[in-house]
């Protein structure tokens, strides 16, 4: 509590503390990873295959053996790397932000 968190008791009996920055912060990463690219909109979901297909026709370096964590992250990356480049943070025709819902 002293660090800002919020303590929710699940229904198992499991305490969680929650920090709400933490989850405004994992929010905007995840949007801005839908601004570089929108086909990265549900890379926590994808399985590893389709995460070596995004990474190989975005032309990003991986290993022969990576793991779906490791794809994550070159495509985080990646992601971070196109937002960077003059242009990339703004908002264009061609990026949308699409409204869903999503299981909690």
Request: proline content about 9%; glycine content about 8%.
């Amino acid at each position: 509590l002293a660090l800002g968190g919020r303590q929710e008791v699940g229904d198992d009996g499991t305490i969680v503390y929650t920090f709400d920055e933490l989850l405004v912060s994992a929010i905007a990463s995840d949007a801005d990873l839908v601004l570089a690219d929108p086909a990265l909109s549900g890379l926590a979901a994808l399985p590893p295959s389709d995460l070596a297909t995004l990474a190989q026709e975005r032309r990003i370096p991986t290993p022969q053996s990576a793991d779906a964590d490791s794809l994550r992250v070159a495509l985080r990356t990646w992601a971070a790397a196109q937002l960077e480049q003059p242009g990339g943070g703004s908002p264009c025709p061609q990026a949308y932000l699409e409204a869903r819902r999503e299981p909690f």
